[in-house]
């Protein structure tokens, strides 16, 4: 029996995937699994027990990814489950910064109650006219699934984009139309566009990537649009850019006290992924990934462990180890195997970074006392037997 525990609301078609050998448990310290979104979980213990924490989204910033491994805990996120959700938000910022929809929506409902609305509205509406999109330029930094999407929609209607990733996937340069510039320098970017959207992970190099030397390189009267996390934007600078004209508009999906209510500021609250369609993705994914480790060891999608993959279990036994990525582990768990008169018929090692995965099926059982004469190997950090 799996005990899991949700710290955020997880759609119920993901939920229901659990089998009646799973539970639902409140208490997080009980769980061989956690689901969540974007609770932060940077000050929580964690107990011995805690075998999986599956993000239902993409970012993992509100995650102690290192600890989690020192812990032997495998932490997965759910890539390009809700990107299409984001696309379409992204696209409505923009059309929300062209003109001044939001304006106008207001002044139709502060005027609700006059008779002469339709007559004072062909003589108003002049205040809230803008732009559009089509022939513009729009700069995506960062091209995964989010921004490949945001690129190509783009390109739909009609505007002139450029793409900038250093570190694009091969995988998301196949997806992208082949009329999306190829920005070599992010400067080269900054420099030409009119809108400019960001789609990178808030990690220590992409922090506070917008600030005011970043904006002095852009056009006068830019767009910019964060849909990625708040960090990655100078709150303090972006409000003086606001206040004295130099950017138009800010569309942000992350609402803080220094930007929101500023003019030019367009603020919405983390809705990037709320549509039932992403939501549902995002819950059978995470769902998926998590009974596929605790029944079969496999980890697919996991930002801080090896993918590594050996199939569904069959007969026998399976040991997983999480461990060091050092030299002679693999010669320490495979002597120590071959002195208990073990014989492993499939094995598979994995590393990525410092830490390392080794999952090893076995003929027969395996007795308490192998597994935590495993266990006691310096830099093993958790050992599972999955009968
Ligand atoms: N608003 C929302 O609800 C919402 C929803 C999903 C994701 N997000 C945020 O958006 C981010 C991106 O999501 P995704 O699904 O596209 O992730 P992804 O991992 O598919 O794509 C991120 C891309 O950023 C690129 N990148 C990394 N550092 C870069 C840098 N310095 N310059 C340029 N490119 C860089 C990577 O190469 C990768 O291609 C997530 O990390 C998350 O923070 C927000
Ligand atoms: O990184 C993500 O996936 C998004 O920011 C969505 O977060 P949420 O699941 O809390 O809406």
């Not at 003109?99 to 609700?112: A, K, L, P, T």
Request: include cysteine; aromatic fraction near 6%.
């Amino acid at each position: 029996m799996y005990k899991y525990n949700c710290l955020n609301p997880i759609a119920h078609v993901g939920l229901e995937k659990f089998d009646e050998s799973y539970v639902k448990t409140e208490k997080p310290e009980e769980a061989d699994a956690i689901l969540v979104r974007s609770a932060s979980m940077h000050e929580m213990e964690f107990s011995g027990n805690l075998k999986v924490i599956a993000r239902a989204g993409a970012g993992v910033n509100n995650i102690p990814l290192e600890k989690c491994a020192e812990k032997g805990i495998v932490v997965f996120n759910t890539p390009g489950a809700n990107a299409n959700g984001v696309k379409e938000l992204v696209i409505a910022g923009m059309l929300l910064a062209a003109r001044d929809i939001i304006g106008g929506i207001n002044w139709v409902q502060e005027n609700e109650e006059d008779g002469d609305i339709a007559k004072i509205t062909e003589k108003k509406k002049k205040a809230f006219a803008g732009t559009e999109l089509e022939g513009k330029k729009l700069g995506v930094i960062g091209l995964g699934a989010i921004g490949v999407l945001v690129a190509n929609a783009a390109t739909h209607l009609g505007m002139d984009v450029y793409g900038y990733d250093p570190y694009v996937s091969v995988d998301a340069a196949w997806k992208l139309s082949r009329s999306i510039h190829h920005a070599k320098t992010v400067d080269e970017l900054y420099k030409e566009c009119d809108y400019i959207t960001i789609h990178v992970p808030a990690l220590d190099d992409t922090k506070g990537m917008i600030n005011k030397d970043t904006i002095s390189l852009m056009k006068k009267n830019v767009v910019i649009l964060n849909f990625a996390r708040d960090l990655l934007v100078n709150g303090e600078d972006m409000v003086d850019a606001l206040v004295s004209g130099r950017v138009k508009g800010y569309v942000t999906d992350f609402p803080t006290p220094e930007v929101a209510g500023v003019k030019g500021a367009i603020v919405i609250p983390h809705l990037g992924a709320s549509t039932e369609e992403s939501e549902d993705n995002c819950a059978k994914m995470a769902v998926k990934e998590t009974i596929d480790y605790l029944e079969n060891g496999n980890i697919t999608h996991s930002v801080n462990y090896p993918d590594c993959d050996m199939g569904k279990k069959e007969g026998g036994s399976r040991i997983t180890i999480l461990h060091h990525n050092k030299p002679n582990m693999l010669g320490q768990f495979t002597a120590l195997l071959a002195k208990a008169d073990m014989n492993i018929s499939l094995m598979a090692n994995k590393s990525r970074k410092e830490y390392a995965y080794t999952m090893m099926d076995i003929d027969g059982d395996v007795s308490k006392e192998v597994e935590e004469e495993l266990s006691r190997i310096e830099g093993v950090l958790k050992v599972r037997v999955i009968l």
